[in-house]
T-cell receptor, first 117, second 115 residues
Framework: GAVVSQHPSWVICKSGTSVKIECRSL??????MFWYRQFPKQSLMLMAT?????????EQGVEKDKFLINHASLTLSTLTVTSAHPEDSSFYIC?????????????FGAGTRLSVL | DQQVKQNSPSLSVQEGRISILNCDYT??????FLWYKKYPAEGPTFLIS?????DKNEDGRFTVFLNKSAKHLSLHIVPSQPGDSAVYFC??????????????FGKGITLSVRP
């Protein structure tokens, strides 16, 4: 159990366009979902924390108008990179927690490789 | 300022031997520690965790040791198998623990187990 699906796995877009990435918990209801960004040979950097039905909490330095997060249900969160530019090219990965019984254990999607031309 | 450090970027061990992956942290507020394993083109998979009230947690071939005074933890894999070859991330979480708790990750260590 605890499968998290992320789609798409790879996207290439033109500069100035917006890209939506979906994160779904397939076999559990996710109380909280997290969005990370990873640069090559770097650690996973938390961008924001989202809870179903409420606004996401963004980490310092992350532009909330640039990276729109919607958590409409207990199984789906989306990250939209608006007006993408080449510097937004990165690996984006989501995770979800199952609830307090699972403590801090986060279950990750496979990630999305975004390339902005 | 990197709060979770995995100073060795890679480790190579012979199949059947022990793999020891190290992790150091600087934030004394960290209370819960996790190890994740990541294969290429896949997301990190939870491996094992330890709470700060313990100094050891064992699960099959995997054992995590925590030295809170030294702010150091290590993951031991014994015996190592070729299928263990992957990137291993150390992560830490502060109090209070729970579903909303943030994880701070290290950069990862690439483990290669030679047949």
């Amino acid at each position: 159990g605890a499968v998290v699906s992320q789609h798409p796995s790879w996207v290439i877009c033109k500069s100035g366009t917006s890209v939506k990435i979906e994160c779904r918990s397939l076999d559990f209801q996710a109380t909280t979902m997290f969005w990370y960004r990873q640069f090559p040979k770097q650690s996973l950097m938390l961008m924001a924390t989202s809870n179903e039905g409420s606004k996401a909490t963004y980490e310092q330095g992350v532009e909330k108008d640039k990276f729109l997060i919607n958590h409409a249900s207990l199984t789906l969160s989306t990250l939209t990179v608006t007006s993408a530019h080449p510097e937004d090219s990165s690996f984006y990965i989501c995770s979800a927690t199952r609830g307090f019984l699972a403590k801090n254990i986060q279950y990750f999607g496979a990630g999305t490789r975004l390339s902005v031309l | 300022d990197q709060q979770v450090k995995q100073n060795s970027p890679s480790l190579s061990v012979q199949e059947g031997r022990i793999s020891i992956l190290n992790c150091d942290y600087t934030n004394s507020m960290f209370d819960y520690f996790l190890w994740y394993k990541k294969y290429p083109a896949e997301g990190p998979t939870f491996l094992i965790s330890i709470s700060s009230i313990k100094d050891k947690n064992e699960d099959g071939r995997f054992t995590v040791f925590l030295n809170k005074s030294a702010k150091h933890l290590s993951l031991h894999i014994v015996p190592s198998q070729p299928g263990d070859s992957a990137v291993y991330f150390c992560a830490a979480s502060p109090l209070p623990t729970g579903a909303n708790s943030k994880l701070t990750f290290g950069k990862g260590i690439t483990l290669s187990v030679r047949p």
